[in-house]
């Protein structure tokens, strides 16, 4: 069975940093694209950050020029460093990947449990 566990969340002030990470466990043979999305309270989950195997990465608007995604694929993980944080980023953030489990053909869409993030002083 393949799961995806975040830690990192936490309160922080406003103009701080975090740095959530998100790690791949199980018989994982191969991992695609890896991403943060995040949800607050009362909206749409939106994405945060995406990148490929390769290295590649976007940003949503808000974010962008503040968060850094990135990831290390011997390891199957991915960091999200959240710089300038701002009230408006307070979300569950949650990691997403595209998975091949070992003895598999089908790729699967793979979502860690969320972790909070609060930015309030």
């Known amino acids: 069975q393949v799961q995806l566990v975040e830690s990192g969340g936490g309160l922080v002030q406003p103009g701080g940093s975090l740095r959530l990470s998100c790690a791949g466990s199980g018989t994982i043979f191969r991992v695609n694209d890896m991403a943060w999305y995040r949800q607050a309270p009362g909206k749409q989950r939106e994405l945060v950050a995406t990148?490929?195997?390769?290295?590649?990465?976007d940003y949503g608007v808000s974010v962008e020029g503040r968060f850094t995604i990135s990831r290390d694929n011997a390891k199957n993980t991915v960091w999200l460093q959240m710089n300038s944080l701002m009230p408006e980023d307070t979300a569950v953030y949650y990691c997403y990947a595209q998975v091949l489990p070992r003895d598999s053909l089908l790729w699967y869409d793979i979502w860690g449990q969320g972790t909070q993030v609060t930015v309030s002083s």
């Open positions: 990148i490929t195997s390769g290295g590649s990465t």
